[in-house]
């Protein structure tokens, strides 16, 4: 089964201040893409890849940057974080069948 | 657009009753789709997927799935709830281009299992 690693699990960040979420994954999927969840609401998908240094704009991608740096890992990075980003994220990968495989989330405080 | 709407936000539900969570899904062609479990501060499951053939579909934990094309639905069933199964469900349609494909989900319904 796969396995998505994310850290931190939780993390508090000051507004303006830069933020780094990893992700990491060991079944040498393709597919990785970071989403955000809001409370009482689906995921929402930030920036997605299919390639190692290549990322693609997802649905939301306006204030968030990502990087994939190796088939393994993937981070989203928030330059300047703003109160709006205040969320859980997640990360997910995907081979070439159609199930995506979620690590267990990262919830941002930004104050 | 490919969208997903799940209309109940919360299900309040008795121990060993039976279950259907709701889903209806926009699709030009025949989607794939999927439900998707959330338990408290975890990530999302995989319970079950459509892709084609049957329309009923079985998944884990004894949760099925009847794709219904003329109703553009999708719905979450099981025959007898435990506590366990308390959670957030998520319905989702795969959305796909010539490149790359993703998934749209739901808002998720919030199931309440009480004694």
């Known amino acids: 089964e796969a396995a998505v690693t994310q850290s931190p699990r939780s993390k508090v960040a000051v507004t303006g201040g830069k933020v780094t979420l990893s992700c990491h994954q060991t079944?040498?999927?393709?597919?990785m893409y970071w989403y955000r969840q809001d409370t009482g609401h689906g995921l929402r998908l930030i920036h997605y890849?299919?390639?190692?240094?290549?990322?693609e704009k997802g649905d939301i991608p306006d204030g968030y940057k990502a990087s994939r740096p190796s088939q393994e890992n993937f981070s989203l990075i928030l330059e300047l974080a703003s109160l709006s980003q205040t969320a859980v994220y997640f990360c997910?990968?995907?081979?070439?069948?159609?199930?995506?495989?979620f690590g267990p989330g990262t919830r941002l405080t930004v104050l | 657009a490919q969208s997903v709407t799940q209309p109940d936000a919360r299900v309040t539900v008795s121990e060993g009753a039976s279950l259907q969570l709701r889903c209806k899904y926009s699709?030009?062609?025949?989607?794939?789709l999927f439900w998707y479990v959330q338990y408290p501060r975890q990530g999302l499951q995989l319970l079950l997927k459509?892709?084609?053939?049957?329309?009923v579909v079985q998944g884990v934990n004894g949760f099925e799935a009847e794709f219904s094309k003329s109703n553009s639905s999708f719905h979450l069933r099981k025959a007898s709830v435990h506590w366990s199964d308390s959670a957030v469900y998520f319905c989702a349609v795969r959305i796909a281009s010539s490149s790359f494909s993703k998934l749209v989900f739901g808002q998720g319904t919030s199931l309440s299992v009480v004694p």
């Open positions: 459509y892709y084609s053939g049957d329309p």
């Open positions: 890849s299919y390639v190692a240094d290549s990322t």
């Open positions: 079944n040498n999927h393709d597919y």
């Open positions: 699709s030009s062609v025949t989607p794939y």
């Open positions: 997910a990968s995907k081979a070439f069948s159609y199930e995506q495989y």
